[in-house]
């Protein structure tokens, strides 16, 4: 039996309560890929942990890279430290990490012999690395902010189980899509149930939030998007529990390049949409009306500039937002969380993040 976090009061809820659209003092931040390579503190933890999934799977040490921009940032979340494709290394499909190459699966899946012998893994057996982080990483917070749980979504998942790694076309999965989609469909069910499964073990270990990521989403037509990834992910939200520790535990999707389905996916019953920095927040506002908080949507590349660059385009994603609000809302109660439109990139230097969080604090 597990021992469940003992809930610590929260000093910091402003991203909660602005997922929730609810008043804030000022827009909360945090950013994709927080804690990572662009940290020389994290290079370091993880030349100690020996590999990626090494580091994935010490708990203390996973622990130790989450906390690692916090102590830099005064962001208003941490995110749990993992990768989207712990769940398919818990199937089996051997996941590794080649330099320059990426993940890689030694054993993909590509016919429906071998999709129909995946099973759903047990969250507290298979992945129980990942939950004693949550559950590590609650304990070090200590209520002073919360704490983000994120999944890949099916269809981004099963992109590198059918293709075995990175793909830029995803031939083998699409030719699937179109020849066999009912084999497709077994896999995505069954990916989605792990997720579901995932997400739901997450929040009982002390996730606050969670978020699905669905980097892929983008490639897909109009129609195959809606059949083959959000209707996937419309079924992981209706399957999660939206309350623990007293208190609503929002859900949010992102679709890189998912910008003309914001209507759609704010349907899906999530409360919060993260938008890419391909698509404008005020025109992503109107679309979505007050259904759902919006997540972004800087540019990452901006912070390769200097510190005038990464001040205005901070000031221009907030007034974007703001363009897009209806007189009507309460002031305070807008719903913008501020983030990048997708993952800090390697060799951004830990400097121009501190100008872009300095800004949003003040101008925000």
Not at 75 to 101: K, N, Y
Not at 105 to 122: C, H, Q, S, T, W
Not at 287 to 298: F, P, S, Y
Request: proline share 6%.
């Amino acid at each position: 039996m597990t021992t469940e976090t003992t809930p610590s009061p929260l000093k910091n809820d402003r991203f909660l309560r602005a997922l929730l659209r609810e008043e804030v003092d000022r827009t909360p931040m945090w950013m994709m890929r927080q804690a990572g390579r662009y940290l020389p503190e994290y290079r370091k933890t993880r030349e100690q942990a020996g590999s990626f999934m090494d580091l994935c799977r010490n708990t203390e040490l996973a622990c130790e890279v989450t906390m690692q921009p916090l102590r830099r940032y005064p962001v208003d979340a941490a995110i749990l430290f993992s990768d989207i494709l712990t769940i398919p290394d818990a199937m089996g499909l051997g996941l590794r990490f080649v330099a320059g190459e990426g993940p890689v699966f030694d054993n993909p899946v590509r016919d429906k012999a071998a999709i129909e012998k995946l099973g759903v893994p047990d969250p507290e057996d298979e992945l129980k690395y990942v939950m004693d982080a949550v559950r590590a990483i609650r304990k070090e917070l200590d209520g002073s902010i919360p704490l983000i749980g994120f999944a890949g979504s099916p269809w981004t998942l099963a992109t590198y189980m059918v293709e075995g790694g990175p793909s830029k076309d995803f031939a083998r999965l699409k030719a699937m899509m179109y020849s066999d989609p009912a084999t497709l469909h077994t896999l995505l069910s069954t990916v989605a149930k792990s997720v579901t499964s995932y997400l739901r073990a997450q929040i009982a270990a002390g996730a606050q939030a969670v978020q699905i990521f669905d980097s892929w989403g983008g490639a897909l037509s109009d129609e195959n998007y809606r059949e083959f990834s959000l209707n996937y992910m419309q079924q992981i939200v209706s399957e999660l529990p939206r309350e623990a520790d007293g208190r609503r535990v929002p859900v949010i999707l992102f679709t890189k390049g998912g910008g003309q389905w914001l209507e759609d996916m704010a349907d899906t019953g999530a409360d919060a949409l993260g938008i890419d920095w391909t698509t404008n927040l005020g025109n992503a506002r109107r679309l979505v009306g007050d259904k759902v908080a919006l997540q972004g949507n800087m540019d990452p590349c901006v912070l390769y500039a200097g510190e005038a660059a990464i001040r205005s385009e901070v000031r221009k994603v907030i007034d974007s937002f703001a363009s897009g609000v209806h007189l009507s809302i309460e002031p305070g109660k807008t719903g913008h969380i501020f983030n990048l439109g997708h993952g800090i990139h390697p060799g951004i230097k830990p400097e121009a993040v501190e100008v872009m969080f300095d800004e949003v604090a003040k101008y925000g």
